[in-house]
């Protein structure tokens, strides 16, 4: 298992915003993070041809990520971690 920090990017009209969440898995992290961003605003996003999920009135996709060992992990409690399911 690895652990990541990582970012939500959301645009709504003009405006960017990124959410920082913590996440864990043993797959490729890009691919987990779309797996987050796709459902980030309580599903039903479509993916557009740059891999962000269009909710109406914001869109989302994965961003930025940085693995970091199981200590730091666990003791950055004020990031929010998003796990979905099952691993990817």
């Known amino acids: 298992m690895k652990y990541y920090i990582g970012e939500i990017d959301t645009y709504v009209g003009e405006s960017e915003y990124c959410t920082t969440i913590r996440f864990k898995t043993e797959g ?5 993070l779309d797996n987050i961003a796709s459902d980030f605003w309580g599903g039903g996003g479509e993916a557009d041809e740059n891999g ?3 909710f109406g009135d914001k869109s989302s996709g994965g961003g930025r990520w940085q693995e970091v060992d199981a200590s730091t ?6 990031i929010v971690e998003l796990n979905k399911g099952e691993e990817v």
């Open 28 to 32: 490729d992290p890009n691919d987990y």
């Open 52 to 54: 962000m999920y269009d």
């Open 73 to 78: 992990y666990d003791a950055l409690h004020i």
